[in-house]
C-alpha cells in the first residue's frame, strides 16, 4: 500500500497566535487547530490519534513576565507554556480541505515562540475491512513530538500571528508487510514527522477540478492536486465537488499539478502564492 503525503494541521494542526487591541499589553490570546489533507489510497478508513497536552517554548531573550502554566526552561531556550492539557480523540482523514478543529483557546504572554510540543497517545489505524492496527509511540506520550518554528513565530500586542503545523502521514504511518494488500499488512510503525508553517508568510491554494460532460463541467472528486515550490511538496485530494484547499504554503513561486487516472494531467507553472492572501487555481481535465 502506497500512503502518500497528508498535511495536518497536525493539516496539518494550525497554531493561531491572535492578540489583543492594545499594543502595550503583556498577553495576547492563543489558539491551536488541527487539520488534516487527505489520505490518498483504499485501504485506510481511519488514521487516529489522541491528543493530551500542547506546549509552546518561548525564547530565552526578551521574555515577558511569568504567567501561571509556565512549565521549567530548557537549557537551550525559555521556558515552555502549557498550552492545553485534556483527551482530544481526532481522526485525521475527518480534516481535509481546509477543515480544522480548535485545541486550544487562551491567552499567552507577547514574545516569540520557536517550539511546539505535542503529546499523543492512542495511535491507531483502521483498515476499510475493520481490521484494527494499535501502534505503539516511541515519544510522544513521554516527552512530546518536538515541532521547531522556522523563522520563530513572534506575539505582538494589538497583532495577530498564525501558525499551521503540517503532519505528514505518508512519514509518519508506515506500514509493515505487504502494503498492496489490505491482508497482507501485518501492522504500521508509527515515526511522526510535522512540519510549522508561520502563515503571516504563508498563503493557501483554493480552487476545483473539473471535467467536461458533454457541455456541463462537472466536479472531480478524489483528483490529486501536487503544489511543489522546491523543497516542499504538499498534495490534497478533491472533494465530491471537486473542490480542494492546500494550506501553508510559503510566500513565492509554486508549481501546481492536477492529475486523476484516465485524464490528462494539466500543470499550471510558477503560481504565485501571497503571504496571509488565499490563492484560487481552477482545473479543467481531459479524458484520455
Known amino acids: 500500500m502506497k500512503i502518500k503525503s497528508l498535511f495536518v494541521l497536525f493539516t496539518v494542526l494550525a497554531v493561531a497566535f491572535s492578540c489583543t487591541n492594545d499594543s502595550a499589553s503583556p498577553t495576547g490570546r492563543l489558539t491551536v487547530q488541527l487539520t488534516d489533507a487527505p489520505f490518498p489510497h483504499d485501504l485506510v478508513a481511519e488514521a487516529n490519534v489522541t491528543i493530551f497536552k500542547i506546549d509552546a517554548r518561548m525564547k530565552g531573550d526578551g521574555l515577558a513576565a511569568p504567567m501561571d502554566g509556565v512549565a521549567n526552561t530548557e537549557a537551550d531556550g525559555g521556558p515552555f507554556i502549557v498550552l492545553m492539557e485534556e483527551e482530544i480523540p481526532v481522526n485525521l482523514l475527518q480534516l481535509t480541505n481546509g477543515l480544522t478543529e480548535t485545541l486550544v483557546d487562551m491567552e499567552v504572554p507577547v514574545g516569540s515562540f520557536d517550539l511546539i510540543r505535542v503529546y499523543v497517545k492512542g495511535v491507531g489505524i483502521v483498515m476499510n475491512d475493520g481490521t484494527t492496527h494499535d501502534l505503539n509511540v516511541p515519544s510522544g506520550e513521554q516527552t512530546g513530538i518536538k515541532v521547531f518554528i522556522t523563522p520563530e513565530l513572534v506575539v505582538n500586542g494589538g497583532l495577530t500571528s498564525d501558525l499551521l503545523l503540517d503532519f505528514d502521514v505518508s512519514q509518519s504511518f508506515v506500514a509493515m508487510g505487504n502494503p498492496n494488500d489490505v491482508m497482507g499488512i501485518t501492522g504500521f510503525n508509527f515515526k511522526p514527522v510535522i512540519k510549522a508553517s508561520n502563515m503571516s508568510i504563508a498563503g493557501t491554494l483554493t480552487g476545483r477540478v473539473t471535467t467536461l460532460e458533454g457541455d456541463v463541467a462537472v466536479g472531480l472528486a478524489g483528483a490529486r492536486i501536487s503544489v511543489d515550490s522546491g523543497d516542499n511538496l504538499k498534495t490534497a485530494e478533491a472533494d465530491g465537488d471537486g473542490n480542494y484547499t492546500v494550506l501553508g504554503l510559503d510566500a513565492g513561486s509554486h508549481t501546481v499539478v492536477?492529475?486523476?487516472?484516465?485524464?490528462?494531467?494539466?500543470?499550471?507553472?510558477?503560481?504565485?502564492?501571497?503571504?496571509?492572501?488565499?490563492?484560487?487555481?481552477?482545473?479543467?481535465l481531459e479524458a484520455q
Open 258 to 284: 492536477a492529475e486523476m487516472t484516465g485524464y490528462q494531467m494539466q500543470t499550471i507553472v510558477d503560481l504565485e502564492i501571497v503571504a496571509g492572501n488565499q490563492t484560487v487555481q481552477d482545473f479543467a
